[in-house]
């Protein structure tokens, strides 16, 4: 699947890193990183990552 | 088998998508009070008073899986009928159920003091927003009653569109109840440097002004006038609906792990969202009704869960709520974060930077750590909540 962060929207909240850790996490910078292609057993989790996301700007294909 | 969501929020949106993601066939009705499908309120007092947002821009996705859901909107619920099992709604429909979720949230709190009656206005939804901002923008000075966070919110847009501001509040800071008094007295001095002016542990004797507020009096005699006045004292829970039956109705709708409301002799009604009163088990055994953005999405899926498991195997599913509560909030250019319930800790400790900067603060109840705040240092804040997993 892919995944895909509107970086305009985000403001780096990282409450998608609780939620899948091992796609979204946080620089030292403070600075949203994430993988953009996910295999698809991680589908679950990373529809909670696109849910809590206050800026609502994770999309998912 | 008929599922009906009263309020049309993001929690009855998550509880839509979690029924069906755990199975549930049935139909699902969803009523809600304002023309819209589910959108993302907290934009409101930031970028859609700023910058003019449309309801496209702040709506949820809906999921392919609720696309046979079928929406009410511009209606309301006025009574329910626990025998019947229906709900009468404002415009006169009757509508059935065998489950009933309550996901009215809540409504801004008015005071009531003389001069009440004279309009102001007030933030919960899109065309509240709407309407201020319209006002705003030819507004010189805005005056808002209350220093709770939507509050203070519309206090740095008001600063960033150059309109002065006056904050009066009750309170001995701003958003003393969440975040305390150290915290708090922080926070003022971050809008203090951004010009806005604070009128604390205020006494309101009532509104001045014509047919519209424009300003308020104080019991000091002192008066703080404006062109508008916003008033944000928080807020009521939408229950009165629910009343007739055996629920406790006290704070919002009393609700187990499962988001069912305790009555003793009714399986079938369900709260979520900011009108449910529960315990949140990481911390304590005492109900609280708390208005954070991540509960609604975690009582939603909670009670979609719960239900699906109830109409399948005829049992209640007993979970602990692990939920940790999480907010954040934009003033200016600071972005404050919270994790945990901050609000019931008797000591803070600052662990990282300090309170006049971008810092992390630990806040403690009986040397326990019962919440975390951070200003600008999310990326720090992980390790941190994770230790509430801990706590008990």
């Not at chain 2, 959108?39 to 449309?54: E, I, M, Q, V």
């Not at chain 2, 960033?160 to 305390?180: H, Q, S, T, Y």
């Amino acid at each position: 699947m892919k995944v895909h962060v509107d970086m305009e929207k985000c403001q780096h909240y990282g409450q998608c890193v609780f939620e899948a850790d091992d796609v979204f996490s946080l620089g030292d910078d403070g600075k949203l990183v994430y993988k953009a292609d996910v295999d698809d057993s991680r589908r679950s989790d990373v529809e909670s990552a696109v849910d809590v996301c206050p800026m609502q700007a994770i999309t998912v294909e | 088998m008929k599922v009906l969501i009263v309020g049309a929020g993001l929690a009855g949106l998550r509880t839509a998508e979690s029924l069906r993601g755990a199975g549930f066939a049935g139909e699902i009705t969803i009523v809600g009070e304002e023309p819209h499908f589910p959108y993302n309120r907290p934009p409101l007092s930031k970028d859609a008073l700023a910058n003019g947002l449309t309801i496209a821009d702040l709506e949820f996705k809906r999921r392919e899986s609720i696309a046979d859901v079928r929406w009410i909107f511009n209606d309301s619920a006025l009574s329910t009928n626990y025998a019947e099992r229906s709900v009468l709604l404002e415009s006169g429909r009757l509508e059935s159920f065998d489950i009933l979720v309550a996901a009215t949230g809540i409504r801004p709190r008015v005071l009531n003091v003389p001069g009440a009656e004279k309009s102001k206005f007030s933030l919960r939804n899109f065309t509240e927003a709407q309407e201020l901002r319209t006002s705003m923008l030819g507004a010189e000075k805005l005056v808002i009653v209350g220093a709770g966070f939507i509050g203070c919110e519309i206090a740095a847009t008001a600063r960033k569109l150059g309109i002065n501001v006056a904050v009066v509040a009750a309170d001995p800071e701003p958003m003393f109840r969440p975040l305390g008094a150290e915290f708090g007295r922080a926070m003022r001095e971050r809008h203090e440097a951004e010009g806005v002016k604070f009128h604390m542990d205020a006494k309101i004797a009532g509104y001045l002004g014509g047919d519209s507020a424009t300003g308020v009096s104080l019991e000091s005699g002192e008066e703080i006038l404006g062109d508008l006045v916003v008033e944000a004292i928080g807020s009521l829970p939408n229950t009165e609906w629910l009343a007739g039956g055996e629920l406790d109705l006290q704070d919002g709708v009393l609700v187990d792990s499962s988001m069912r409301a305790t009555a003793p002799s009714d399986l079938s009604v369900y709260a979520v969202g900011d009108v449910a009163r529960y315990a949140f088990d990481l911390f304590d055994s005492t109900p609280r009704r708390i208005e954070h953005w991540n509960l609604p999405t975690e009582t939603g899926r909670r009670a979609g869960k719960s239900i699906a498991h109830f109409l399948t195997t005829g049992e209640v599913l007993v979970e602990p709520v692990n939920f940790v509560p999480s907010f954040w909030s934009d003033q200016y250019e600071d972005n404050v974060q919270s994790f945990g319930i901050p609000g019931i800790a008797d000591s803070i400790n600052v662990v990282d930077g300090e309170l006049a900067g971008d810092c992390v603060v630990e806040y403690l109840r009986d040397g326990k750590v019962v919440g975390v705040v951070g200003v600008n240092t999310s990326a720090k804040l992980a390790p941190y909540r994770k230790r509430f997993q801990e706590i008990n």
